[in-house]
């Protein structure tokens, strides 16, 4: 008799073999995709990952954190592995103290995924019993779910992001203004979230005013939490933030912070520098600052200062302001005109190549159409092309 192989075997004793079902993900596998998702979409915009740093934009230095965090999870390792083409879990981790001090269960913690039951059929473990406080919590918190209408919401955080990087809005640590309203942005658990909705006021067990929220989140996820329950998560998050409102407050504001001057000056120069490049495009080069005292002190020497391209200059506009916050100021022009930043080396009276920072190839006219903008909250609304010489509309 021919030797037969398992299936024909089994098929010759009437043994009907059923295809094993594809397990579907848990809702901690969905958490840790979507947190990742948004970690390769970092990769793809600035072509490396997310890094630490004071100085690095607030949604990288969170996004860093969450690397960290997954590259300590094993499971990540097995579950993100189709999706990391960038090899980004592989990498060697900007590792903080913070996060190489907590274990696998602190990790999930930070992630948002609970614990789940070891062996589910293990009869010594209580299950479909819950403790009050349980009951309480998830009347409280109710699970993450994909928001259906996700792109009604996404031209708003991309928006709220432009306007983080530009200094038009700043974070606040949760917890002087501890009320929560429609509208209102907040970091909380790593994302970015937006409150849609605010239902009608109900009574808490304690007796305090309560209110069910629509809570948007920048994964494209949603849930319907309590407010108090969301006040509860900013105040234990060390990273809970509130985001304040784009009313130019944070720069032109009532009350006074560090770096700000009660009475400042935008001034624009143009360089006399006897230099090819400059020569050919001094209508073109200009050097945009700020201060709160006299310009002729800040620009006397000038041709014995690098920074002014070893030359006299000329002053050929000022814009005077009120309660300016000089730093978020000069981020702003920074930003807006860095892909036009003038790229030129020159040598210092020591005969060491120096590469001044604040000269722009940018026309005249638009750095005032630039001034205009920042005084009218608009700023965040436009960019500067190189190509046209103009301010266009944000791409979204």
């Not at 947190?35 to 630490?52: K, M, S």
């Not at 259906?148 to 203004?177: I, S, Y």
């Not at 600052?289 to 391209?309: F, N, P, Q, S």
Request: include cysteine; aromatic fraction near 6%; charge should be negative.
């Amino acid at each position: 008799m021919a030797e037969m192989n398992d299936d024909e075997l089994l098929d010759a004793l009437g043994v009907e073999v059923a295809p094993l079902k594809s397990a579907s993900r848990t809702p901690r596998e969905e958490r840790i995709i979507a947190g990742f998702e948004d970690i390769l979409r970092f990769h793809q915009a600035h072509g490396r990952a997310p890094l630490h740093g004071e100085g690095r934009d607030i949604f990288e230095r969170l996004y860093a954190v969450r690397l960290d965090q997954l590259r300590k999870l094993s499971e990540a390792q097995t579950l993100l592995a189709p999706l990391d083409s960038p090899g980004l879990l592989t990498g060697t981790a900007a590792a903080s103290a913070d996060v190489d001090d907590l274990d696998e269960d602190a990790l999930l913690a930070e992630l948002g995924i609970g614990d789940e039951p070891a062996d589910q059929n293990d009869i010594t473990v209580l299950r479909h019993v819950r403790s009050r406080a349980e009951i309480r919590a998830a009347e409280e918190i109710a699970n993450r779910a994909p928001c259906a209408d996700f792109d009604k919401f996404q031209p708003l955080f991309e928006q709220v992001e432009r306007e983080l990087k530009a200094g038009v809005r700043k974070t606040l640590r949760f917890g002087r203004d501890a009320s929560i309203a429609s509208g209102n942005h907040f970091i909380v658990g790593g994302q970015l979230a937006y409150v849609a909705e605010t239902g009608e006021t109900i009574k808490a067990p304690n007796g305090a005013s309560d209110a069910r929220l629509r809570v948007i989140y920048a994964n494209g996820t949603e849930s319907n939490l309590l407010r108090r329950s969301l006040q509860r998560a900013l105040y234990k998050d060390e990273t809970g933030r509130r985001l304040t409102d784009p009313d130019m407050g944070p720069l032109f504001g009532d009350a006074p912070e560090p770096d700000d001057i009660e009475t400042g000056t935008i001034y624009v120069l143009r360089s006399l520098s006897s230099h090819p490049f400059v020569v050919e495009h001094r209508e073109l080069i200009h050097k945009i600052g700020v201060t709160g005292g006299k310009i002729e002190a800040r620009i006397a020497g000038a041709e014995k200062d690098a920074t002014y391209l070893l030359a006299s200059v000329e002053v050929i506009a000022t814009y005077k302001l009120h309660n300016v916050n000089r730093i978020r100021l000069e981020n702003i022009f920074h930003r807006l005109f860095g892909t036009a930043q003038l790229d030129l080396t020159i040598e210092d009276r020591f005969g060491h190549p120096v590469k001044p920072r604040e000269w722009f190839l940018v026309p005249l006219h638009v750095i005032d159409e630039a001034v205009q903008r920042i005084l009218d909250g608009s700023i965040t609304d436009v960019v500067y092309d190189p190509e046209t010489a103009q301010l266009v509309g944000q791409a979204q």
